[in-house]
C-alpha cells in the first residue's frame, strides 16, 4: 500500500486517525510482522457478481465457512494477541446472517480496530449506526466509476452504483470516515481526477487505488491491465490531486508497490529524501509481512492476492501458532528477496519493500510466482544511480 498523500504532503486522514500521525521523517510502527493487520474474508457470498472478485464469491456459494462459533473464537484470538488492525470483507461481509455476533467480541476494543471493506449497496440507516456503535473506525465501499452504467457492469448488478451511493450516505450520517476503493483497469485509469473529484465533493475521506490484480476471476480478465504508460502518467497525476485534496481527503495505490519507488523519485531532491521515503514505504509492509488475510474456511492466506499458498487452518491451529516467526510456510514471504528470481525482481534493490510487485501477476502472466510482475515500469538501476545505493544493495 503506497499511502500517495502522505508521501507528497505528509498529511492523512484515515490513516492518521487508524495509525496516529507518521510520515517520511517518521515511518508508521502500527503493525510488525508477526502482529500484522488481519483482512479477514468471512464469507464466499455476495449479493453481487464482480467481474474481477479475487475470491469468486457468488449468490449460493456453499464452500465451507467457519461456523459462528468458529469465527467467535478467531475473533477473540485477534483481541488477545493485539492485531492492530481487522478489516471485515468477504464476498459481502454483511450477507452473513450471523456477522454481528462474530463482530462483538472485537467491538469497541483499543484493539483490533475495525473497519469494514464492503460493495455498500447493503448499508442502511440502522447498520450503519450498528457499525457506529460496535466501534467500526472505517468504511471502505467498492466504486469503480462515477458512471453509473460502467459501475454496474464491473459489478455485475443493474442498480449498483445508487445503492453504493447510498451505503455512503448512510455511513457519513452516522459519523463513520468512508473511503472508496476502485480497482484501475487500462478502460478508467483516466477516470481517476474525476472520481477523486466526485469523492471529495461528496465527503470522503480516503481513495484507495488498486491496480487490478489477476486471481480470482481477475485471472480471466487480464487484458483489461493498465499499460506501463498509463500507471506512469497515473503516478504524477496523483502528486498533483494529493496536494489538491491534501486537507480532506488521502490517496492511496494499492497492488502496485513499485509505484511507490517512482513517486519518491519524483518527490525526492537528494539521497537523504529518497532513502526517508523508501523507510517509510518498508514500514507498510506487504503480503504475509505486516498483513495477513483469513478466508472464510479458515485458511490463513499471506494476503488475498496469494490465495494459492496457505500458512495454516485456523480449524487446525491457532492465530498465533500460525504467527510463529519458525512456521516455514510464512519465511518465504517474511524473506522475500530470497526467493524472488525473475530477471528483474531478483536482481532489484528494492525487492524486499516491495515483494516483487504482485506474486498474482506474476504467476497468470509468466506461469512464475516468483518471477516478474509484468506491471513494473520502474528502472531501478537508474534510481541506484541517482541516489548512490551501492550495487547489490538489497535495502
Avoid at 478467531?74 to 454483511?94: F, N, Q, R, Y
Avoid at 467491538?107 to 442502511?124: E, M, V
Avoid at 474525476?194 to 481513495?207: E, T
Wanted: charged share 25%.
Amino acid at each position: 500500500m503506497i499511502p500517495v498523500t502522505v508521501m507528497v504532503t505528509g498529511k492523512g486522514t484515515v490513516s492518521t486517525r487508524i495509525k496516529g500521525h507518521y510520515g517520511p521523517r517518521k515511518p508508521s510502527r502500527f503493525s510488525d510482522i508477526l502482529r500484522p493487520i488481519v483482512f479477514w474474508n468471512i464469507t464466499y457470498k455476495c449479493n453481487l457478481k464482480c467481474i474481477h472478485c479475487y475470491i469468486s464469491a457468488g449468490q449460493y456459494d456453499d464452500r465451507y465457512e467457519l461456523t459462528t462459533e468458529e469465527a467467535r473464537r478467531v475473533a477473540e484470538e485477534t483481541v488477545k494477541i493485539g492485531i492492530p488492525l481487522v478489516i471485515l470483507s468477504g464476498g459481502e461481509p454483511l450477507v452473513r446472517e450471523d456477522f454481528w455476533e462474530i463482530v462483538e467480541p472485537m467491538a469497541n476494543k483499543q484493539r483490533p480496530k475495525l473497519s469494514l471493506s464492503t460493495n455498500g449497496t447493503l448499508i442502511t440507516r440502522d447498520i450503519a449506526h450498528k457499525l457506529a456503535s460496535y466501534g467500526f473506525v472505517y468504511v471502505g465501499i467498492s466504486i469503480d466509476s462515477i458512471v453509473p452504467a460502467r459501475h454496474d457492469y464491473f459489478r455485475g448488478v443493474k442498480g449498483a452504483f445508487e445503492a453504493a451511493v447510498r451505503g455512503i450516505k448512510n455511513s457519513l450520517e452516522a459519523g463513520i470516515d468512508v473511503g472508496i476503493r476502485t480497482t484501475i483497469t487500462k478502460f478508467n485509469v483516466d477516470e481517476v481526477p474525476a472520481i477523486l473529484k466526485w469523492a471529495h465533493d461528496n465527503g470522503i475521506r480516503r481513495v484507495s487505488l488498486y491496480i487490478l490484480d489477476t486471481v480470482g476471476r481477475g485471472a480471466f480478465i487480464k487484458d483489461l491491465l493498465p499499460s506501463h504508460d498509463q500507471l506512469k502518467k497515473l503516478a504524477h497525476v496523483l502528486i498533483d490531486e494529493a496536494r489538491k485534496y491534501a486537507d480532506d481527503m488521502e490517496i492511496l495505490v494499492v497492488r502496485a508497490q513499485f509505484m511507490g519507488f517512482y513517486i519518491a523519485s519524483l518527490l525526492a531532491k537528494n539521497r537523504e529524501e529518497f532513502l526517508q521515503y523508501i523507510k517509510m514505504l518498508d514500514a507498510q509492509g506487504n503480503c504475509g509481512r505486516k498483513s495477513i488475510s483469513i478466508y472464510p474456511d479458515g485458511e490463513v492466506k499471506p494476503c488475498q492476492f496469494i490465495d494459492w499458498v496457505s500458512l495454516g487452518n485456523l480449524r487446525e491451529q491457532s492465530l498465533s501458532e500460525i504467527l510463529r516467526p519458525d512456521n516455514e510456510k510464512l519465511k518465504p514471504f517474511i524473506n522475500i528477496e530470497k526467493y524472488l528470481r525473475g530477471e528483474r525482481c531478483g536482481k532489484c534493490p528494492f525487492r524486499r519493500i516491495c515483494g516483487g510487485g504482485s506474486r498474482g501477476r506474476a504467476l497468470a502472466l509468466t506461469g512464475d510466482e516468483w518471477g516478474d510482475d509484468p506491471l513494473c515500469f520502474i528502472d531501478y538501476n537508474e534510481l541506484v544511480k541517482r541516489y548512490g545505493v551501492e550495487p547489490g544493495t538489497v535495502l
